[in-house]
């Protein structure tokens, strides 16, 4: 009794602290993940400082903001950095040793480029090969306009001569959706550390010799329920294998030619990103993504965006609204790339018509000029085009966060342990969503689904107390790390900086340079499986005359009785 008695206080004695610590967000005091490497930011504490040259091409907004506070971190050190990227670095001009070359222009209204770029009415809604297949072939094709627009920018031949004057020790980039980039590795001889801003893609494992083991592992691509029935496995095993061919046929080769064009350079990428790649950072963390065999390679840094920088102060409008919320609040974003004001009509009217029967209040972030629906309450609904996520998920009257489970909202949630209603759009959404509703902290409502049942069930369903618990929980294992992810991240890139190329030599897997026939030992199993084969033969030649030896007499009898008739 008085045993239960304890725990139930020392429970709720971490609650009250871990709440005291996210409502002290403003202050930057949290701990865990948001720690960061800032913590100790003294410095390249032993490291000399290394020159880095940073690739990100592609045009997403979530994308780049996984790799900022890893370059900006990087620049505080003491490192010098440049920064190829589409996405501008708004801390750039304040960052020493920084140098942003830019493939947007500078002039650009990033916030229509880079976010609110997907209408709710392209969502995909079911796992099929055919979806699986047109979404690779959409990102083939923006890498290979990010490609074009690397190659055209002036910035390859910058960085070229730049080296000659001072040479780069690494190439931090992102693998996604193209390796067009990696030419810079091979003319320039640098160790390579690939960040995965989503779920890493099934196509890259091989690189760095990560099992795919479709039977229970889903890839960026696949979103399903654990376990996997029978039929989605055969589909995760079918996209995983036949997504890798299509990617070495189609999209290495279009980045080698697109190479060849350019820098008249032959080169095999792939070739390149085995032989170079010393680490992957990968976006995601078990506690969320499930338990996966990985090997030395890989490095688990999900959360990484999650700093003190990024802890924003509300602003004064959602400070008042939050402390009129007597009741609590739910939170509606669907990310920064989906467009919440291009939702169906009759699905806006049924999820007003059931938030407007619940105690909470509102806060929903909605893009567009004009509010959904010009009659509501306005002390019940607050409409913001823009919101500190991070530092809003993370108060206490955020009761429910209703995402379209993009993996850097769902990672906050995961670190403010807030339960999720998810309605994912595209993408690695599904595989998100089912992830975080496989570990009891959510439940996935797809959009097109969504009327005023289905969201009065599941509103119901949420409303339990476990999931809230279970949130809590989760955040407190996936806070304490050994070593908080942008610690982890830092820590791989300087590394690497200063053991160069004895470091990749060390770490790279030696499985990669085997053939598949060596790999999966299948030589030994058939010199094992032939020496058993010649044991049974034998066996049964040792055998024969005994066994032959009645039969015989037999026959003879059965032809001396036919030559009897
Ligand atoms: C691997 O990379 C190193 C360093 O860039 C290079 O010297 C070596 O030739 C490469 N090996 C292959 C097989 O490409």
Known sequence: MTTRKAEESKRLALIVLYCAVLSGASGGASGGASGGASGGASGAAGVEAGNVLAVFPHFGYSHFKVALPILNELSRRGHHLTVISYVQNPEAPQLANYEQLLLSSATEDQSSTTINVVPLSEHTPTRSLKVLLQEYYDLYGNGQISCELLYASGHVETVLERHKQKPYDLLLTEY???????????????????????????????????PDTPAYVLSEFVGFKQPLSWSERLLNFAQAKLLKLIYRLHTNRADNALIKRHLNLDIDVDAVARNQTAFILGNQHYSHMGSRPRTQQFLEVGGVHITHESQKQLTPKIVQFLQQSKHGIIFISWGSMVRASSIDDDKLTAIIHVLQQLPFNVIWKWEAEEQPKPQLDASKFLFVKWAPQLALLCQPQVRLFWAHAGLLGLTEALHCGKPLLMTPIYGDQFLNAFAAQDRGVGIKLDYQQINVDTLQQ???????????????????????????????AIWSVEHVLQHGQLAVELIRSPGIELNWFVYHSLDSLAVILAALLLLLVSCRALAMPKSQAPPKPQRKSRKARRSNT
């Open 176 to 210: 996604f959706s193209t390796d067009c980039q990696l030419s810079l590795a091979k003319l320039l001889e640098l160790p390579i550390i690939g960040l995965s801003t989503c779920a890493l893609m099934p196509y890259y494992y091989d690189r760095i010799d990560l």
């Open 458 to 488: 599941s509103l119901q369903e949420l409303s339990k107390p476990s999931y809230a618990e279970r949130a809590l929980k989760l955040s407190q294992v996936f806070n304490q790390r050994e070593r908080s992810p942008l610690e982890t």
